[in-house]
C-alpha cells in the first residue's frame, strides 16, 4: 500500500509540475527564441517566471558568440534565448523541465545582440545535474552590473525532438537595508550617476528607523540604502534622475538621509520628494546634506512614493562647496550679480530638454514663500544692490509654451549659506498651473525697497523642463553659468598658463573669449577663439595659452559670445604663476552679514599683518598672522560691526607686499 501511495503521489507531482507549464505566463509551448533577436524574450526579476520550449530545428545555434564558444555546443542540438535586466550585483537562474530527455544546461553571457550574434563574454556555464531526469538547473551570477541586460542560453543536452521548460530569475539587493548600504563616491562638481534598483528590494524594519516624513512610504513600497561619508567641507549634495533607460524606470519616488547605527538607533536628518526641498528639473528629488561633522557616516534612502511602480533610477552625490557654492548662478550662494545701467544681458533655464545645466537649489525656507512655484526645479539667481525705493525689471521670454517664473527675495545669510528668505512683491508667471508662466514683453516691478540692501532674485521655467530664453534690459549682470560650458580649468606649464576647457554644444555661439585679470574683479581680453561647430551638439574642446598672465597669481573667466551678440560670462578660476609666493584668495562671503574668511597661499613660513579699517580711514581690527607653507585660512571677526563699508589690509611680514580689498557689510 505504501508502495503504490509513492507512485500516485509521484505521478501526482508530475501532473502539477505539467499545469504550471500550461498556465504560468499563459505561453504556448510551442514558442521558441533561437536566435538572441527574438523579441518577447525578456525574463522580469522576481517576476514571472517564462515558459519556453527548445526545439530540434534545422537552424539550432544559428546564433553563435563572438570569441567564445557556448559552454556544451559540442553535445547540444538545439538552443533557446532568453534575457533579463540585473536588478542587483548577484542573480539567481533556475531553469526547471519535467522533459527526461531534454538534460537542460545553460549559459549566460554580458554584451549585445546587433544582429544575431552576441558579442560579449560568457559568464556563466551551468550543467550540475548529469543525465536525463525531470529536472532543475540552477545557477548563481555574481559581479552584474544594475540595468544591464544579460543573456541566457538554455540549451538540451538530451535526445528529445521538443523540450519544454520555465525559466525564473530571482534577486535580493546587496542594498536592501541600511546594514548593507551601497557607498556613494562624492564627485566634485558634476555628478558621477550610477544605476539603482528598488524592484527586488522590500521595506527595511530593522533597528529603528523614523519615518521619513515626506514622500508617502508606504507599508507596500520598497526601499536601497546608500552611504556617504561626509567631506572636510562638510557639504554634499545626493541627486537623483528618474528618467531615461532601462525600463522601467522609477516615476515618483522618495529621498531621506540619516546618521546613527545602521539597523540601529538612527536619526533622520533630512527628506525630498518632488514637492518639498530639493526637487530637480526631471521630477526627481534631490537633498543637501550640511553641518555634519567631517567623517560622520550619512544614510541614503531611496524608494517608490505611495508605493508606485517600482523600478530603476540613477543617482549620485557632490561635494558642491558650502551651500552648493560651485557654479555661478546655479545656487543662491553664488548669485550672478545685476547691475542697473545701459544694457541687457540674456541666459536660458536649461541648455535642452535633455540636458539641464541648472539644477534645484531649495535652501531655508524658500519652499514656503515661493509665490510663482510650487517645484523649484532648475532656479538660478541673480542679486542686486537696491538704489532706489523701486526698480523695475523688463523682460523679454520667447521659447517656451510654459513661460516663466520670476521671483524676488530679501535673504538672510549665515556661514555664506541663504538661510530666511522674505518675499518681497508679487511675482511673474505661476508654475501650480501648467502652462501660466510669463511669456513675451514682461515688467517686474518691486517697490518698497531699501537702498543699500542686497536683493536676490529666482528664475526658473513654470512649466518645467522648458527651455525659456530671456532678456533682461537695463540691467547687465556677470556670473551667468554658460548653459553649454562641460569644464573650464588650467594650470601653469613650463611657466606658461595654458587653459582648456569642453563645452556640450555650441547653439548660436560665435567664439569664446578668455579673459583675465589680477585681483578677480577687472577682467581684460587676453585672447579670443572661433566656435568650432556653431549649432552643433557633440562635445567640443578647446585649449589656449595666455602670453600675458601675472607672475604671481592669475584669475580667469571665459566670454561665450552668441551670434547675437550677447554674451554669458563664466564662473572664475585661478592659475598659480612661477613666483607665486604669498597671495591672498577665495575671500568670503562678501558681502558679509557676519564674519569674514579668507585663505592665503604661501610657499615658506613667515607673516602677515592683518588690518580692518573703517571708510573714513579709521581702524576697527588690528593682528599679526603666523603663515605655514601651503593654504592658510584665517577669519576677521565683523559680526558686531555695524553695516558699511570697510577696507581689509594684508600686509606680507617678509616682502612688505600690501594688498586692499573692499569688504561690505550688511
Known amino acids: 500500500m505504501i508502495f503504490n501511495d509513492q507512485i500516485v503521489l509521484g505521478k501526482l507531482k508530475q501532473t502539477l509540475l505539467l499545469l504550471l507549464f500550461i498556465f504560468v505566463a499563459n505561453v504556448s509551448f510551442s514558442q521558441n527564441y533561437p536566435t538572441c533577436t527574438n523579441t518577447g524574450n525578456t525574463v522580469t526579476v522576481n517576476g514571472t517566471c517564462l515558459v519556453r520550449s527548445v526545439q530540434n530545428t534545422s537552424n539550432a545555434f544559428e546564433a553563435p558568440v563572438t570569441g567564445t564558444y557556448p559552454c556544451l555546443q559540442a553535445a547540444a542540438a538545439m538552443d533557446c534565448w532568453l534575457k533579463f535586466v540585473a536588478t542587483a550585483s548577484t542573480a539567481t537562474i533556475a531553469i526547471t523541465t519535467t522533459n527526461t530527455a531534454m538534460g537542460p544546461a545553460f549559459s549566460v553571457y554580458d554584451g549585445s545582440c546587433p544582429s544575431g550574434t552576441i558579442v560579449g563574454t560568457q559568464l556563466n556555464c551551468t550543467d550540475n545535474v548529469a543525465g536525463n531526469a525531470a529536472q532543475t538547473e540552477t545557477g548563481n551570477l555574481t559581479g552584474l552590473t544594475i540595468g544591464t541586460t544579460y543573456w541566457i542560453r538554455v540549451m538540451r543536452t538530451g535526445t528529445a525532438a521538443t523540450a519544454n521548460f520555465t525559466c525564473c530569475v530571482t534577486a535580493n539587493p546587496d542594498n536592501d537595508?541600511?546594514?548593507?548600504?551601497?557607498?556613494?563616491?562624492?564627485?566634485?562638481?558634476?555628478?558621477?550617476?550610477?544605476?539603482?534598483?528598488?524592484?527586488?528590494?522590500?521595506?527595511?524594519?530593522?533597528?529603528?528607523?523614523?519615518?521619513?516624513?515626506?514622500?508617502?512610504?508606504?507599508?507596500?513600497?520598497?526601499?536601497?540604502?546608500?552611504?556617504?561619508?561626509?567631506?572636510?567641507?562638510?557639504?554634499?549634495?545626493?541627486?537623483?534622475?528618474?528618467?531615461?533607460?532601462?525600463?522601467?524606470?522609477?516615476?515618483?519616488?522618495?529621498?531621506?538621509?540619516?546618521?546613527?547605527?545602521?539597523?540601529?538607533?538612527?536619526?533622520?536628518?533630512?527628506?525630498?520628494?518632488?514637492?518639498?526641498?530639493?526637487?530637480?528639473?526631471?521630477?526627481?528629488?534631490?537633498?543637501?546634506?550640511?553641518?555634519?561633522?567631517?567623517?560622520?557616516?550619512?544614510?541614503?534612502?531611496?524608494?517608490?512614493?505611495?508605493?508606485?511602480?517600482?523600478?530603476?533610477?540613477?543617482?549620485?552625490?557632490?561635494?558642491?562647496?558650502?551651500?552648493?557654492?560651485?557654479?555661478?548662478?546655479?545656487?543662491?550662494?553664488?548669485?550672478?550679480?545685476?547691475?542697473?545701467?545701459?544694457?541687457?544681458?540674456?541666459?536660458?533655464?536649461?541648455?535642452?530638454?535633455?540636458t539641464y545645466s541648472y539644477t534645484s537649489d531649495a535652501p531655508g525656507n524658500v519652499g514656503n514663500v515661493a509665490l510663482c512655484s510650487n517645484n523649484l526645479s532648475q532656479?538660478?539667481?541673480?542679486?542686486?544692490?537696491?538704489?532706489?525705493?523701486?526698480?523695475?525689471?523688463?523682460?523679454?521670454?520667447?521659447?517656451?509654451?510654459?513661460?516663466?517664473?520670476?521671483?524676488?527675495?530679501?535673504?538672510?545669510?549665515?556661514?555664506?549659506?541663504?538661510?530666511?528668505?522674505?518675499?518681497?512683491?508679487?511675482?511673474?508667471?505661476?508654475s501650480v498651473t501648467p502652462s501660466s508662466g510669463a511669456t513675451g514683453a514682461q515688467t517686474l516691478t518691486l517697490n518698497s525697497l531699501t537702498p543699500g540692501v542686497k536683493y536676490y532674485i529666482m528664475i526658473e521655467s513654470a512649466n518645467s523642463p522648458q527651455v525659456c530664453t530671456y532678456t533682461v534690459s537695463g540691467w547687465t549682470a556677470t556670473g551667468i553659468l554658460p548653459i553649454n560650458l562641460v569644464s573650464f580649468s588650467g594650470e601653469n606649464r613650463n611657466n606658461v598658463n595654458y587653459i582648456e576647457w569642453v563645452t556640450s554644444s555650441e547653439e548660436n555661439i560665435s567664439s569664446y573669449i578668455l579673459e583675465n585679470s589680477p585681483d578677480g574683479i577687472d577682467f581684460k581680453k587676453t585672447s579670443e577663439v572661433q566656435a568650432l561647430q556653431n549649432g552643433s551638439s557633440s562635445q567640443q574642446h578647446y585649449h589656449t595659452?595666455?602670453?600675458?598672465?601675472?607672475?604671481?597669481?592669475?584669475?580667469?573667466?571665459?566670454?561665450?559670445?552668441?551670434?547675437?551678440?550677447?554674451?554669458?560670462?563664466?564662473?572664475?578660476?585661478?592659475?598659480?604663476?612661477?613666483?607665486?609666493?604669498?597671495?591672498?584668495?577665495?575671500?568670503?562671503?562678501?558681502?558679509?552679514?557676519?564674519?569674514?574668511?579668507?585663505?592665503?597661499?604661501?610657499?615658506?613660513?613667515?607673516?602677515?599683518?592683518?588690518?580692518?579699517?573703517?571708510?573714513?580711514?579709521?581702524?576697527?581690527?588690528?593682528?599679526?598672522?603666523?603663515?605655514?607653507?601651503?593654504?592658510?585660512?584665517?577669519?576677521?571677526?565683523?559680526?558686531?560691526?555695524?553695516?558699511?563699508?570697510?577696507?581689509?589690509?594684508?600686509?606680507?611680514?617678509?616682502?612688505?607686499?600690501?594688498?586692499?580689498?573692499?569688504?561690505?557689510?550688511?
Open 177 to 354: 537595508d541600511p546594514n548593507t548600504a551601497q557607498p556613494l563616491a562624492i564627485s566634485s562638481g558634476t555628478c558621477n550617476f550610477i544605476t539603482g534598483s528598488n524592484t527586488s528590494s522590500t521595506l527595511s524594519n530593522c533597528g529603528t528607523i523614523p519615518a521619513p516624513g515626506c514622500a508617502g512610504l508606504s507599508g507596500t513600497a520598497t526601499d536601497v540604502w546608500y552611504s556617504v561619508t561626509i567631506p572636510a567641507s562638510g557639504n554634499v549634495f545626493i541627486q537623483t534622475e528618474f528618467s531615461g533607460t532601462p525600463a522601467p524606470q522609477l516615476v515618483n519616488g522618495g529621498l531621506a538621509a540619516y546618521t546613527g547605527s545602521p539597523c540601529g538607533a538612527m536619526t533622520l536628518i533630512g527628506c525630498a520628494d518632488s514637492t518639498l526641498n530639493g526637487q530637480n528639473s526631471l521630477n526627481s528629488p534631490g537633498l543637501y546634506i550640511s553641518g555634519q561633522p567631517n567623517g560622520t557616516i550619512v544614510y541614503i534612502r531611496v524608494w517608490n512614493k505611495n508605493a508606485t511602480a517600482k523600478g530603476f533610477f540613477k543617482i549620485c552625490a557632490s561635494d558642491m562647496g558650502p551651500c552648493g557654492n560651485l557654479l555661478n548662478n546655479d545656487f543662491c550662494s553664488n548669485p550672478a550679480s545685476m547691475t542697473q545701467g545701459v544694457g541687457s544681458f540674456s541666459s536660458t533655464t536649461t541648455a535642452s530638454p535633455s
Open 545 to 666: 595659452y595666455d602670453p600675458n598672465a601675472y607672475n604671481e597669481l592669475t584669475y580667469y573667466r571665459l566670454r561665450q559670445v552668441k551670434t547675437s551678440g550677447m554674451s554669458d560670462v563664466s564662473h572664475i578660476i585661478t592659475i598659480l604663476g612661477p613666483d607665486f609666493y604669498e597671495t591672498l584668495h577665495n575671500l568670503y562671503p562678501n558681502p558679509t552679514t557676519s564674519d569674514l574668511n579668507f585663505d592665503l597661499y604661501s610657499k615658506r613660513t613667515g607673516s602677515i599683518s592683518v588690518e580692518l579699517l573703517g571708510y573714513g580711514g579709521k581702524l576697527v581690527y588690528a593682528k599679526k598672522y603666523d603663515i605655514e607653507e601651503g593654504t592658510n585660512t584665517f577669519v576677521v571677526p565683523m559680526n558686531e560691526l555695524s553695516k558699511g563699508v570697510y577696507i581689509l589690509k594684508v600686509v606680507s611680514g617678509k616682502s612688505g607686499k600690501t594688498t586692499h580689498h573692499k569688504i561690505i557689510k550688511n
Open 379 to 430: 532656479n538660478s539667481w541673480y542679486s542686486f544692490m537696491a538704489t532706489l525705493t523701486t526698480h523695475t525689471f523688463a523682460f523679454n521670454i520667447t521659447g517656451c509654451a510654459g513661460g516663466m517664473a520670476v521671483q524676488a527675495f530679501s535673504v538672510n545669510t549665515q556661514n555664506s549659506c541663504c538661510k530666511i528668505f522674505t518675499s518681497v512683491g508679487s511675482c511673474l508667471g505661476n
